[in-house]
């Protein structure tokens, strides 16, 4: 076999394994449950960090977590985990109880909270 | 009939890698079923389709650049100072000498942020399986840690020799992906590196930040100090300290590269320039591993109230 044969052969391999990945059920969206799951993520990515307040979405898939420093941190699923981002100058948007949050970080997407009004226009003012 | 008879020239001239691809594969496979019936582990399609691109970019990236350190180590083996030859014995010393080697590469891996910035890749994922062993680096060869292999030839080795061991170790380092086994018997478990010991490695905990650095062979960690037991009660949580927030093999494979270019051209120094590239990595952040370490174990260290 040549080497763009094999090449192809390598290709189609990899895709072969990756469906078969994605069809025995690996594929779970991560739910935040409670803010004490999202204060314990916070805590074991940002050494130190004790958390004060926090405001979860309510479909679950992120939150926001204020620390007692002063520190907000930015929780948001990442495939079937979580990724953790101390905000330091993020990008902000509201829109009624929708808040909008990208941390200043080339590639890291873009998290939308659905916070309700009254926490959406509190937080976006933290922020 | 008379079977032809194989010498270790033979043996050696094969590459341990190219035919461990098939046995990769099917592990993989029989990993995502007995994780599917319950077995202890994880996997992700997103991570594993990561993992497996990643993979593949570093076959041929290798085939792209590896002519450039085949040069130099032709060079140096040119100047040696033993003759040695292809054996048995050869073998085993030399297999030995590349894995002593390994575990210095890999340390200046985890504490020289240009060597980093190349092998960050292989700890990018959350999760740790057989997939994960195949999450390799796309810029090895500007890490500069290949240096650290070039005395085997000046001393003699021969290059497909120090070749054929170095994809040996890389096999062996397979396997040891895994949450599915445990830990080992306890001489083996004493002497070689093994699953238990290898998820420390991969663990972002403070506790198990940047130990376990062997790769066939624990005992070099337990020599020069950096070895750390798997702990029941601190599993590993596997990662980086700041983890990506994407998949994109593309952003995978050159992130820290950006994170050091950007730090250059914010340095306003020989000295600030020099710690972005050669500093341990999260030196700028003040997150280094000691840093991470000391500042966890300031929090978890009961406050001893002095008798009076």
Same mark, same amino acid.
């Given at each position: ?46 050494? /130190? ?20 420093? /002063? ?53 976006? /003012?933290?922020? | 009939? @008379? ?8 043996? =050696?001239? !094969? ?43 570093? @076959?041929? %990236? ?21 003759? =040695? ?15 002593? !080697? ?22 990018? %994922? ?5 997939? @994960? ?63 238990? *010991?290898?998820?420390? *490695? *991969?663990? @972002? ?49 050159? *992130?820290?590269?950006?994170?050091? !270019? ?16 050669? !500093? ?29």
């Amino acid at each position: 076999m040549d080497r763009m044969g094999l090449l192809l052969f390598s290709v189609i391999g990899v895709a072969v394994l990756v469906l078969m990945t994605r069809v025995l059920g690996f594929s779970r969206r991560p739910q935040l449950v409670d803010a004490a799951l999202a204060a314990r993520l916070v805590a074991d990515a940002l050494p /130190g960090f004790r958390a004060a307040d926090t405001a979860l979405s309510r479909d679950g898939s992120g939150a926001l977590v204020a620390g007692q420093d /002063g520190r907000i941190a930015l929780v948001r699923p990442f495939g079937d985990r979580f990724v953790v981002r101390a905000l330091d100058g993020p990008i902000v948007a509201r829109a009624g109880g929708l808040l909008r949050v990208r941390p200043d970080e080339a590639m890291f997407p873009e998290t939308a909270l659905d916070l309700g009004e009254a926490a959406a226009l509190r937080w976006a /003012g933290r922020l | 009939m @008379t079977l032809p008879a194989v010498t270790v020239q033979d043996i =050696i001239s !094969a590459d341990p890698v190219a035919i461990a691809i098939p046995v990769f594969v099917i592990c993989i496979i029989a990993e995502l079923l007995a994780v599917r019936m319950g077995w202890r582990g994880h996997y992700d399609w997103r991570d594993t389709g990561t993992s497996l691109a990643m993979g593949l970019g570093n @076959t041929i %990236s290798g085939a792209l650049l590896a002519g450039t350190v085949t040069g130099l180590a032709l060079w140096l083996w040119q100047h040696r100072l033993f003759d =040695i030859p292809v054996a048995w014995w050869s073998f085993a010393l030399c297999f030995v000498v590349d894995d002593f !080697a390994y575990y210095w590469i890999h340390r200046a891996g985890h504490r020289v942020r240009l060597a980093w910035a190349a092998h960050v890749i292989h700890h990018s %994922s959350q999760h740790y399986n057989l997939s @994960t062993a195949l999450r390799q680096t796309w810029t090895g060869l500007f890490g500069l840690t290949f240096i650290i292999k070039l005395p085997l030839f000046l001393i003699g080795f021969p290059l497909e020799l120090v070749a054929f061991c170095g994809g040996l170790n890389l096999v062996y380092q397979f396997w040891i992906h895994t949450e599915v086994v445990g830990r080992m018997p306890r001489w083996f478990e004493t002497v070689m590196n093994t699953p238990s *010991h290898h998820r420390v *490695h *991969h663990g @972002t905990n403070p506790r198990y930040l940047d130990r376990n650095y062997a790769g066939v062979f624990i005992v070099w960690d337990r020599l020069f100090g950096t070895f750390e037991p798997e702990r029941a009660d601190d599993p590993p949580r596997y990662g980086i300290v700041r983890n990506l927030g994407t998949f994109n093999p593309l952003w995978v494979a050159c *992130h820290e590269w950006v994170g050091i !270019a950007r730090d250059l051209a914010r340095a306003r120094s020989l000295k600030a320039a020099w710690l972005a590239i050669a !500093a341990p990595p999260g030196a700028a952040s003040g997150e280094t591993a000691e840093i991470l370490r000391a500042q966890w174990q300031a929090e978890n260290t009961p406050l001893s109230i002095p008798a009076e």
